[in-house]
């Protein structure tokens, strides 16, 4: 009997009518011969409701504090939805991250997951009942205190907790019906892909594409864990996340080059103006960000101009980020000698994701030309193997996003009626 | 330096502006050289809300789930005082029931303590922090499932902790100012009691009144722990429950008598009549009772009639074991030939409860003589050393408890302002 693990977002253990609906489809996939182990967010928004109740008591809570706060969001959903399983006559336990073996770093707020011992989740499942876990939580080695893991990393847990268990698959619930070529709330004629491989969901992942937590994915690529994205509101297939080698070789001969476009307007770009053009000067500057543990994504240095021996250094990173990055910047400046520092958060950075640029030479060409028939100005640009990213200004991000979706032929001849609301976690 | 143990009750910690003032409190006794051990009952109404949930889910909720469920409730509270603590410039730390060492029997919903293991509250004592705990729950020595404790015992759970750090005492704070000699409710010249003996409050706790969970008291008596029961919303000394040598020898000639009147308006009554008068038949009907787990309280049996070799038994119980009761004695019909089952839950119980009563002759006599001038009818009489309760219509149970406090001369010259809305708890 194979072993398939499921997770359940906020929005679809919502409210009472939620998670007996879930459990409903809890108990069909064990009574279709499979053992069964899910994974719960908290319900809608407690933990936003939580979070506020901490920001009232205090408004730089301590992080064990809030962890120890927050991971009651879980208990409560979990409980519930254990309670609405027996109820359809079928046994149920819940575990805490810490009874489920989610062994974590002690970082609290954004601890990372060590390793997971299931020996409990295991017991369950031989005794024949279905084991319901808390996303999002853990314990630390260090200090057996409770941790979380950061924001939506209830699907880093279901895909973590798959592999542990040697489960067949892992199924991914929200409301959404899975992944798309673009976000349908901006351009309607997206259209729900089949199946997408682990290389690709990573760079969407990374783009700005909230479907998926970025470390859910590189966890289920490392394990080779099939992942299945759909939505809790209907029975349809969702989408298939899969190795390279199961999305590629479909004896179908028009493998779509791209394969979705990305949109992220959650960053900001920092530009170090006139740094003098000498070896290491980059060097101090990245590492000052470092220390800050800011994230920088992309990175362009102009060529230096000869007259004056000086470049200028931009890079983007989350705008949460922006204060302390300057903050940092601005105490480099009698080390460094720069002349200035600029802040823009008026940006938004387009993504072009395919697997199949690999073989197709001009895909540049083609994504730059549909934005210049859109009249969009390019601020910035990065590449990896399989992706193409730009900086625009963010009034022409809607716009780049649809230009490049027709562009690489990607509009559904009909518009889909979709269910995108979030990503409901 | 001394050990205090603090419990805060869910009208205490009810919202923010509560839980910072609790804070504040709690700062303060450590301020005035004491470490503090704070025990925290859920937010307000969140245990009930939380019951409510579950009933969405399932009528039946399975023990084990509940338990998971409920002690969320105490989790939000704890992470919320912890961090309202820190934000004071103290350092502050969270512990779950399991955390703190609370081990306890497996029965979920009533689970018992076994034994503290206080060693993580130890620690954080001697890093300088103030601990606060979960109260209503612990782990189970066999399960290792989350346990509650039942209704009402985050006051057993400050004793049992206080017992195992050997705390100089425990306070128990809620919305109410003390120990009262009646609810001030129903009687409103009652007056605040400065002390009250272990056992006059274990008798008082076991006869109606609410102030203090039974266990609790119990706890405090075994292990000689001091006990002070008073309210977080002022600074006005409450209630001293000690050892009785502390009450009594107290170089006071006037000793009242009395303590007080207790009364319960949760009772029903049952009477089994016509039972055949022969050796046996009594211990068959409460070993059925006692198979079901009903809790009995008081029982008359009358004088049989000569003529007919037969007798009434009636006893007393909480009104919601009523319809189990019932049916274990229907099964029982045909064996034992009673006549027939009589249930009452129009009745109330009135105590008066001193432990002067011990050398005072003639209590019994003023007691049912007051009752008697009022017009009031005694159903049921039960006794104990210190404790002398009686049955009457719940339509007259006020003007009984208004006329034993009268007769015993309880009522204060002046009524004081008092504000008493419910157990806090």
Chains 1, 2 share one sequence.
């Not at 504090?65 to 046994?91: C, H, N, P």
Request: hydrophobic share 45%; glycine share 10%.
């Amino acid at each position: 009997m194979g072993i398939v693990v499921q997770k359940y977002g906020g929005s679809s253990v919502a409210d009472a009518a939620g998670i007996k609906r879930v459990a409903q489809r809890i108990v069909n996939t064990k009574k279709a011969g499979n053992d069964v182990v899910v994974v719960v967010s908290a319900m809608g928004d407690t933990t936003d409701e939580l979070r506020d109740l901490a920001e009232q008591v205090s408004p730089l809570p301590p992080p064990r504090e809030l962890d120890m706060l927050l991971t009651a969001g879980e208990r409560i959903s979990m409980a519930l939805v254990a309670m609405a399983i027996e109820q359809l006559g079928y046994k149920a336990q819940s575990f805490t991250g810490s009874q489920a073996g989610v062994i974590t770093t002690a970082e609290h707020g954004k601890a990372k997951i060590l390793g997971i011992k299931p020996g409990r989740i295991e017991h369950a499942i031989e005794e024949g009942a279905i084991a319901i876990v808390a996303g999002f939580q853990g314990v630390s080695q260090q200090t057996k205190d409770v941790t979380t893991l950061g924001r939506g990393a209830s699907d880093t847990t279901a895909v973590a907790l798959a592999a542990a268990l040697g489960a067949d698959f892992c199924e991914i619930y929200s409301d959404v019906d899975g992944v798309f070529t673009a976000d349908p709330r901006i351009v309607p004629s997206a259209r729900k892909l089949d199946k997408v491989s682990y290389e690709e969901m990573l760079e969407m992942a990374a783009s700005g594409a909230k479907i998926l937590h970025l470390r859910c994915v590189e966890y289920a690529r490392r394990y080779n864990m099939p992942v299945h994205v759909r939505s809790s509101f209907s029975t349809k297939e969702g989408t298939w996340i899969l190795p390279a080698s199961s999305t590629e070789n479909e004896g179908t001969m028009e493998q779509a080059i791209i394969s979705g476009v990305a949109h992220d307007s959650s960053q900001a770009k920092i530009t170090v103006v006139g740094v003098p053009d000498k070896i290491g000067e980059a060097a101090r500057i990245f590492e000052s960000l470092a220390e800050t543990g800011v994230n920088i994504d992309m990175v362009v240095q102009n060529v230096s101009a000869a007259a004056t021996g000086r470049t200028d250094i931009s890079f983007t990173l989350p705008k949460e980020d922006g204060q302390v990055a300057m903050s940092a910047l601005a105490k480099l400046e009698s080390a460094i000698g720069y002349e200035r520092l600029l802040f823009a958060d008026t940006i938004g950075k387009v993504s072009v994701i395919g697997a199949g640029m690999r073989s197709f030479p001009g895909i540049t060409a083609k994504f730059f030309a549909a934005l210049a028939g859109s009249g969009i100005n390019i601020d910035m640009i990065s590449t990896s193997e399989i992706r193409i990213s730009v900086i625009v200004s963010d009034a022409d991000l809607v716009n780049a996003v649809q230009a490049a979706h027709t562009a690489f032929g990607l509009d559904a001849d009909e518009v889909e009626a979709v269910v995108y609301g979030g990503t409901g976690r």
